[in-house]
């Protein structure tokens, strides 16, 4: 599709699945695309875990050929696809759209800053019990669409988990809901790294 063709889909209701590394997507992504690392092993069960039955979706991943898979392997899985974003990102800014940054904080950052964030947590609730940032709140990544709405906007909110890949895609969902989402790189492994504190207590949202 197009760079016209897709951001006429986008105003008919389609979503944007953007496949690029969270790193690529933070450095710029279409407006309101959710971002999904592309996995050939297991993306279309992530992409059943963490999006609604019947979303129709427009395909961005680079190289071109990863895009072609991708769609291949979504199709094959049922997802409604109206297609994929031919040229990438760079056909994008050629045509003169819009694209928005996802802002991204080291764990570092995190540990100085903590109190001017709401920590969002989206591993599954095993791994948050086993122990998370001080003061942080669970959205597992499979609850993220239905529920992103519904997190507060009252504070910037720093996205974490084991790595940034889900992470990633969670933050996505809170852009997409208005909210001033920062993506937490590293996550909880290099928090760990670092020897910082965890609780093994907490609360949800």
Known sequence: ???????????????????????????????GAVNLQFNRADLADRAELVLPAGLAMVVHAEPAPIATAAVGLLADAGFDLHGLLEGGLAAWRDAGMAVEP???????????????????DVRERFEFRHGHVGGAELLPSGDAWERA??????????????????????????????REAHLVMGGMVDWLERGYPVEREGTTV
């Not at 197009?2 to 992504?29: K, Q, Y």
């Not at 504070?155 to 208005?178: E, F, Y």
Request: net charge negative; proline share 9%; aromatic share 2%.
């Open 1 to 31: 599709m197009t760079p016209r063709e897709t951001s006429e889909a986008v105003r008919a209701g389609a979503v944007v699945l953007d496949l690029r590394p969270p790193r690529a997507f933070a450095a710029g992504h279409l407006p």
């Open 102 to 120: 996802l802002p991204l904080l080291s764990v570092d950052e995190l540990r100085e800053l903590a109190d001017g964030y709401r920590v969002i």
């Open 149 to 178: 709405a519904d997190v507060p906007a009252d504070r910037p909110i720093a996205v974490i988990c084991g790595d940034q890949n889900r992470s990633a895609t969670v933050a996505s969902m809170l852009l997409r809901a208005g």
